[in-house]
Nanobody
């Protein structure tokens, strides 16, 4: 599967943003999907994940502010982020997992105060 993330950009603190990740292939619905982010010099961290059964999991830093969802008919993963903070500034990656992890290229989110 190939993954392409988009939707990043500049946003003021307190604002919202929706990231999307388009997946190729016909087996998207079988994949567990997730969003990770990484800042320069820091470890990659989980933002949110969603299983093929729709169950979701969130990183502590975004709980209550982020919603992950998927549209299997459109082969697309989403991440809605609200109440954005300057510390949410990062490179965001989408990943699909089915026996192997497939990483998409990142999309940059910059939150300014």
């Amino acid at each position: 599967v190939q993954l392409q993330a988009f939707g990043g950009g500049l946003v003021q603190a307190g604002g919202s943003l929706r990231l999307s990740c388009a997946a190729s292939g016909s087996t998207f619905r079988s994949f567990a999907m997730g969003w990770y982010r990484q800042q320069p010099g820091k470890q990659r961290e989980l933002v949110a994940s969603i299983g093929s059964d729709g169950r979701s999991n969130y990183g502590e830093s975004v709980k209550g502010r982020a919603t992950i969802s998927r549209d299997n008919a459109k082969n697309t993963l989403y991440l809605q982020m609200n109440s954005l903070r300057v510390e949410d500034t990062s490179l965001y990656y989408c990943v699909g997992s089915l026996n192997y992890d497939y990483w998409g290229q990142g999309t940059v989110v910059i939150v300014f105060s």
